[in-house]
């Protein structure tokens, strides 16, 4: 569980790091759109070199990212076979049965492949270097015109922002209780599938009720602290878009803009 | 003659689904700048008490009844003005933490009143000085100490400026360490700007130091008094589940003894000196 | 059953980059049949040594020995649960871990797990329950429905209810009103009476000095010094040092002593109504 990279933070502090989150959403967003307009070589080169120096811009260690291409690295590898082999066109290099190797299976699956491993980049590129509660007020903002149909926008961004709070803590208490009922002789890794889910039981009810006195104590402590349900609140964190965010999406447009150049029409 | 703050008269609470009564006809009152402990069993009504008093619970009968605070009647228009009043620290340093990061939950209580950002941006550091977290404004409540996540909290109600801070054991999960800078910073507020406190515990030697002592038990107040006025009564101690404060248990012992210390000593300096003679 | 560690040290998440140290070359006996208390500065390793004391956690470096148990970092956990149901841990706000509908369930889970028949874990359960001071009419209860000292015991006897024959408890009358902490305490002595093991991590000087016939101190994951309750207690300076406080009968007879009545310092108020008896009726004759 804790392998899986994409959304852990790393702290740091290149250019990216400075960047808004509402920006880098934006980015994200528009990269997985505009991937489907590469289908050339060259266009797949750009795609590849642009990302490669957002990867680079971050400042951080190659492990860092190939930790987060690692998890997905047999899906990409089967879809991308099932590509090479079972689509046909241009020169036929090899056939049997079902199975065909061609000239068009084999560009293409190569593709596939940069496809995938540049999108889990771009997208990790935006988790290691936002943190889940600046991405939580990033989403926030994009979702700010849900207002208009009576969409509780500022509430959820509340909640959202003590619940990413409260998950190291839950965390915590999991860790405590799974150790005391396991001191009480209870075994999580043995017996069969069944005898192991009824073994967790014994720290999911706990986990459950502490967090409904944490959810009540929370409540009462918001309350006396003068918070108002539907009330407005003003802000003390806030998003500031700089340079380094326009330099941000303009590298994206520029992107864009050469794809769209360099494409076969 | 000093000010009254707090004035509570004829206050009974029953929880919705029960019919036992938590707080049993309740009069009080207290004065600004005093510190008074509440104390008693777990169970005897005393959180109950502080929930009335910022209005979290309303008190049964309101025709004969009322809660005074700061010369505001408690009512429906009135809870917010009296909630800018008082200021709660609650006992679990981990459930009252409601911001991502220290300045976050700091600055929770100014954005709920709506207070401009660049106002926020002069209050936070300023309270964040006085309970000595300056350092520690970006950091994320899982990296904190318990009694530094209480710090904070103290911190968070004082944006405000409130007139009376009441302490819901709020120590109570802490280390000795903690539990004394916690009491210290307190301390120095109450003197400093005059604030009132009430503090629910049972830290003895807490108790020993406030001004006055309210004991309750079963929902009754059995008796609201200076310590030395509840320590001398020993019925009212077992009753309210007390211990003596150490003073008190060493005169004990020596009169079991038969040696017979005289009344007027109640400080263990007063204790040393008579001992020494 | 005394227990020994070697050489042990302890990280947490060892080789990442939150890797922690908790503990270096801890090296300590626990001795038989006696109250243990673990004290120290949060942060300074009790919690972590009470881990390892029944293989929750497993050594970095170095051995735990337990009874003819041997832990060390190569422990498989498969052998352990003989090993947990010698040594019980209460931890920290045990009423936290509660889950079963009933009381007496919640009781029973520990000894159904260590092998206990149906009929046994509940006469075992039931015992525990009545020496807690839980009546009668509340095992058939839900745990959830009672008072959060009334919850605390249960928590307590669903260790006690298997007996362990070391019984290690983290804090265990923290939060508690000052009467449920003395008939709290009073459980454990008379269990330690009975020919167990207790150890006791606690940050209140009194209650380990009224309790403790050893201490171990601890100090940022060393053992800074083990010695029996009076030598321990006997250089306020040296727990100055090391952030503790000592009991308040002790800075009281220095204070005497300051003032030049000869005291030996009493580890209670017992001993120093005692001595200043004493003192008094030698300076009288």
């Known amino acids: 569980m804790s392998k899986i990279i994409i959304g852990r933070y790393i702290p740091g502090n290149s250019i990216i790091y400075k960047m808004d989150p509402r920006g880098k959403i934006l980015a994200s967003f528009l990269f997985i759109a505009i991937i489907f307009l590469a289908n050339n070589w060259i266009t797949y080169s750009i795609l590849t070199i642009f990302t490669l120096l957002a990867v680079i811009a971050t400042g951080l260690k190659p492990k860092n990212f190939w930790d987060g291409v690692k998890p997905f690295i047999w899906i990409i590898f089967f879809t991308a076979l099932l590509q090479l082999f079972f689509s046909s066109g241009g020169k036929i290099y090899w056939h049997w049965g079902i199975f065909t190797l061609s000239s068009y299976g084999l560009i293409t699956s190569i593709y596939l492949f940069i496809r995938f491993v540049v999108i889990i980049l771009i997208s990790t590129v935006l988790t290691v270097t936002t943190t889940s509660l600046q991405i939580a007020d990033g989403l926030e903002w994009i979702l700010t015109p849900l207002k208009y149909l009576k969409v509780p926008v500022a509430e959820i961004a509340l909640v959202m922002s003590i619940a990413l709070r409260f998950v190291p803590t839950l965390m915590d208490e999991t860790v405590k209780i799974a150790n005391a009922q396991r001191a009480r002789g209870a075994d999580f890794n ?32 918001m309350e006396s602290r003068g918070y108002q349900e539907n009330h407005v609140r003003s802000r003390y964190r806030v998003l500031k878009w700089s340079k380094y965010d326009w330099l941000n999406l303009g590298y994206f447009l520029l992107l864009t803009l050469l794809l769209m150049v360099f494409r076969t029409k | 003659m000093s000010k009254e703050i707090i004035s509570v008269k004829n206050v009974s609470f029953t929880y919705r689904d029960s019919k036992k009564k938590v707080l049993n006809n309740i009069s009080f009152t207290v004065n600004k700048g005093e510190w008074v402990s509440i104390v008693g069993h777990n169970g005897s009504g005393k959180s109950t008490l502080t929930k009335l008093l910022n209005g979290l619970l309303i008190a049964d009968d309101p025709k004969n009844s009322a809660i005074y605070i ?5 009512s429906e228009n009135n809870v917010w003005k009296i909630r800018d009043k008082i200021g709660i620290v609650f006992q679990n340093p981990d459930n009252q933490f409601v911001g991502a990061t220290v300045e976050d939950d ?6 709920n009143r709506n207070v401009t950002r660049s106002q926020m941006l002069k209050i936070v550091p300023e309270v964040l000085k006085e309970v000595d ?43 000795p360490e903690g539990r004394n800078e916690i009491l210290s910073i307190i301390r120095q507020l109450q003197k400093e700007k005059d604030i009132t406190v009430l503090s629910i515990t049972h830290n003895i030697e807490e108790i020993n130091k406030s001004d006055r002592v309210l004991v309750l ?17 020993k019925t009212l101690i077992e009753e309210a589940g007390l211990e003596l404060p150490f003073v008190y248990q060493l005169k004990e012992e020596l009169k079991r003894r038969g040696l017979q210390i005289p009344g007027s000593i109640k400080t263990e300096e007063e204790l040393v000196d008579y001992l020494c003679q | 059953m005394p227990i020994t560690l070697k050489n042990v040290n302890y990280t947490y998440n060892s080789n990442t980059p939150l890797a922690h140290i908790a503990l270096t070359d801890v090296n300590l006996t626990i001795k038989d049949n006696k109250v ?20 929750l956690l497993k050594p970095t470096t170095g051995e735990v020995r337990v009874n003819n148990y041997v832990l060390t970092s190569q422990t498989k956990n498969k052998g352990l649960k003989s090993l947990r149901k010698e040594v019980g841990i209460v931890f920290q706000s045990p009423e936290n871990q509660l889950f079963a509908e009933t009381v007496l369930k919640d009781v029973m889970f520990g000894p159904q797990n260590f092998g206990y028949s149906d009929e046994e874990a509940e006469s075992a359960a039931k015992k525990w329950l009545k020496k807690v001071g839980i009546s009668e009419e509340l095992f058939n209860r839900s745990p959830f429905d009672l008072s959060g000292g009334q919850m605390r015991r249960v928590a307590i006897a669903g260790v006690l209810a298997y007996e362990p024959k070391i019984l290690c408890l983290d804090e265990p009358a923290a939060g508690l009103d000052p009467s449920g902490k003395e008939e709290i305490l009073s459980i454990f002595r008379d269990y330690q009476q009975q020919g167990h093991g207790v150890i006791l991590v606690s940050h209140d000087m009194n209650d380990v000095a009224n309790f403790a016939d050893e201490v171990v101190v601890m100090d940022k994951g060393k053992v800074a ?16 040092k090391h952030h503790l406080n000592e ?39």
Do not use: C
């Open chain 1, 190 to 221: 043995d017996g069969s599938l069944i005898q192991r889910a009824k073994a967790v039981i014994p720290i999911l009810i706990p986990l459950f009720t502490n967090s409904l006195t944490v959810a009540l104590d929370l409540a009462t402590a």
């Open chain 2, 70 to 74: 700061d010369q505001l009647l408690m």
């Open chain 2, 106 to 111: 700091v600055a929770f209580g100014l954005e």
């Open chain 2, 133 to 175: 977290m300056l350092p520690y404004k970006k950091t994320e409540p899982q990296n904190l100490s318990g009694g530094q996540k209480q710090r904070v909290a103290i911190a968070g109600i004082l944006v405000v400026n409130p007139e009376i801070i009441i302490l819901d054991e709020a120590t109570s999960m802490l280390d």
């Open chain 2, 217 to 233: 038990n079963r929902g009754n107040l059995l008796k609201i008094g200076t310590p030395d006025e509840i320590f001398a009564e």
């Open chain 3, 36 to 55: 243990t208390a673990l004290i120290g500065h949060t942060g300074s390793g009790k919690s972590t040594l009470l881990q390892l004391f029944d293989g």
């Open chain 3, 225 to 240: 010094k083990q010695d029996n309750i009076h030598n321990i207690f006997s250089d306020p300076s040296w727990l100055q």
């Open chain 3, 247 to 285: 009991p308040e009968s002790i800075s009281f007879s220095l204070k005497l002593r300051q003032r030049g009545l000869n005291i030996s310092p009493a580890i209670n108020v017992k001993n120093l109504a005692d001595e200043i008896i004493k003192n008094r009726g030698a300076i009288n004759e």
